[in-house]
């Protein structure tokens, strides 16, 4: 059984980074796919990017360049790197597996100044 969990989400100020881990436990051989996902107060879960075990991604065009998907070679750790942060992108941000339609539990990401 694999489990996914979240972690480097926080409150932040405008115009700074962020990187996000995602962290697999368990049979992580199986894990192809992973996405990460965010869900902003009032609206529904969208997802953000992609990437499969050859490397390969895809990314919401809106991110304009300015988020980063990237996973270990052991398969078990997925980041996102997030650029110049907008309040916009204020969220709860999960991980996602595809191959095993499973979510971890979400990190809080908030951008104010």
């Known amino acids: 059984q694999v489990q996914l969990v979240e972690s480097g989400g926080g409150l932040v100020t405008p115009g700074v980074s962020l990187r996000l881990s995602c962290s697999a436990s368990?049979?992580?051989?199986?894990?192809?796919?992973m996405g990460w996902y965010r869900q902003a107060p009032g609206k529904e879960r969208e997802l953000l990017t992609r990437?499969?075990?050859?490397?390969?991604?895809d990314y919401l065009p809106a991110l304009k360049g300015r988020f980063t998907i990237a996973r270990d070679n052991a398969w078990s750790v997925a980041t996102l790197q997030m650029n110049n942060l907008s309040p916009d992108d204020t969220a709860v941000y999960y991980c996602?597996?595809?191959?095993?339609?499973?979510w971890g539990q979400g990190t809080q990401v908030t951008v104010s100044s």
């Open positions: 996602f597996s595809f191959s095993k339609r499973i």
């Open positions: 990437i499969d075990r050859g490397g390969r991604t």
């Open positions: 368990g049979d992580t051989e199986s894990l192809a796919d």
